[in-house]
């Protein structure tokens, strides 16, 4: 029997997408606690930003007719610091002013000091050195927001930027998405926790930390479910555990056919499974299904997605499949993450039959260095690295070749 061909990485990429649904629930948060969170509907703004017209440098507010010439010499007939409103402007007459200031009626431009003197031994006049344009250095009421207009749109990740502008738009909560639930197990009888003693051909669990991790930083309301033993019915117990209260299930290890891997059979048994065989390196093996809540349909499923146990493999299939999940149960806008173009600073001529994806760092001179262990079990060459290559199937790279780079910035957010 003929095996099927393996899925490329977008193939996978998109079935996984073409499942996941963004989950409806919303809550309403004050927008100091609305960090990593997805808002849920559009927002208005309350207000015009800025409310008047306002002076963008220290300077004077004056009427250009006034100082169409250089070296006009004008009165200097108030002073207005912000969070102030000045008198109506008089011909020949300037205002002092202070960035943020509203500017008075009657003037039409702002000169910044820099660029005025006052002329020995006054004290209430100022000479314009540099004559203006109408509109210079003031910004407009409303020029950043106008009041009714969308400030922010559903589906944005809501970073400090973005509270900043809903403060700047009276805004003082905000309607986001619930968190999403991901629960997560690690599988092998090998693993032990660091602290405890390693038995003799045992390893410290390095996927409970760094996967936990990358669901945190995605904002989710993560389930660590420990060490799950290599044994069917403990992985199904684990499983019908993990579907009750969250959307997602994901775990390491036992993806494969081996004897002692059991995630499909056990996977099979309480929910249903698509299992893959993925052409990227490292990462080969992936899992993806659902699992029952309970024995009444109505009740629903959670996500299943099972990745490699290689520390690595784990890693970079988190990063490329579970995070665009992630984010589209969640609501996000979808945006790829961001590749360029950068120079190859290395030779790598022993190329595989698969999309590999190798641990680089960029380097002073503006390439990229390449780890020189780029083996599955080393994960000391992620944490070197600042970014993936993103090397096409069979492709061997030269020095001085442009090569697709993504950074772990872009794929951590």
């Known amino acids: 029997m003929t095996k099927p061909p393996m899925l490329t990485a977008q193939q996978a990429l998109d079935h996984l997408l073409s499942h996941a649904k963004s989950v409806s629930q919303a809550e309403s948060v004050p927008v100091q606690a609305a960090l990593g969170r997805v808002l849920a509907e559009d927002v208005q703004s309350l207000v015009d930003v800025p409310p008047l017209d306002n002076t963008a440098m220290d300077g004077y507010a004056v009427r250009v007719a006034d100082t169409s010439i250089s070296s006009s010499i004008l009165k200097i007939a108030q002073r207005i610091p912000a969070g102030s409103v000045g008198a109506q402007l008089e011909p020949g007459t300037a205002a002092r002013i202070f960035t943020g200031a509203p500017i008075p009626a009657g003037a039409d431009a702002v000169v910044m000091q820099e660029d005025c003197t006052i002329p020995e031994g006054s004290t209430d006049q100022v000479q314009v050195n540099v004559a203006p344009v109408t ?45 999403i639930k991901v629960a997560a197990f690690f599988t092998g009888d090998e693993l032990a926790l660091p602290g405890e003693p390693l038995k003799p051909g045992g390893i410290y669990n390095s996927n409970r930390d760094t996967l936990l991790a990358c669901l945190k930083s995605l904002g989710c309301d993560a389930t660590d479910l420990g060490i799950v033993p290599d044994r069917l019915e403990a992985t199904k117990q684990a499983l019908r555990q ?30 249903r499974l698509d299992l893959w065989q993925i052409a990227i390196k490292p990462g080969k093996p992936l899992a993806f299904g659902a699992v029952r809540k309970s024995d009444n349909p109505a009740d629903g499923e959670a996500w299943f997605i099972g990745l490699p146990g290689n520390p690595v493999s784990s890693f970079v299939t988190f990063l490329l499949f579970v995070r665009p999940f992630i984010l589209k149960l969640q609501g996000r806008e979808e945006k790829l993450p961001q590749s360029y173009l950068m120079r190859a600073d290395f030779d790598w001529s022993k190329a595989d039959r698969r999309n590999e994806f190798l641990r680089v760092k960029v380097n002073a001179q503006g390439g990229l260095d390449l780890f020189p262990n780029q083996s599955s079990g080393v994960l000391t060459s992620a944490s070197w690295g600042d970014g993936l290559v993103d090397c096409p199937p069979s492709q061997p790279i030269k020095v001085g070749d442009l090569v697709k780079y993504i950074p772990f910035d872009a794929l951590l957010k």
């Open 135 to 179: 509109g210079q250095w003031i910004r407009r009421r409303g020029e950043d927001l106008a009041a009714g207009k969308v400030a922010l749109t559903s589906g944005t990740f809501l970073r400090p930027q973005e509270l900043g502008v809903a403060a700047s738009a009276g805004l003082t909560h905000l309607s986001v998405k619930r968190r």
């Open 242 to 271: 993990a579907s009750k209260d969250h959307d997602l299930i994901i775990t390491s290890g036992g993806v494969s056919v081996g004897e002692e891997d059991h995630i499909k059979p056990a996977v099979s048994a309480e929910g």
